[in-house]
């Protein structure tokens, strides 16, 4: 299941260039939690990942 949780201690920077409707519906599930936008994304692509056919760690 997809939970907004877990932290870091180490981040590297990355520039990533989204779609305008992504960001928007990124940044609504951030508000909704009082969460960063940087925290969902780090959790979406955790998710991803974790749910990918590839399994990819």
């Given at each position: 299941?997809?939970?907004?949780?877990?932290?870091?201690?180490?981040?590297?920077?990355?520039?990533?260039?989204?779609?305008?409707?992504?960001?928007?519906?990124?940044?609504?599930?951030?508000?909704?939690?009082?969460?960063?936008?940087?925290?969902?994304?780090?959790r979406c692509i955790?998710?991803?990942?974790?749910?990918?056919?590839?399994?990819?760690?």
């Amino acid at each position: 299941m997809f939970s907004l949780k877990r932290e870091y201690t180490e981040y590297e920077n990355k520039s990533l260039r989204l779609p305008s409707v992504l960001i928007e519906r990124v940044q609504a599930l951030a508000n909704e939690n009082e969460m960063s936008f940087n925290k969902v994304v780090i959790r979406c692509i955790e998710y991803a990942l974790e749910n990918s056919e590839n399994n990819v760690r």
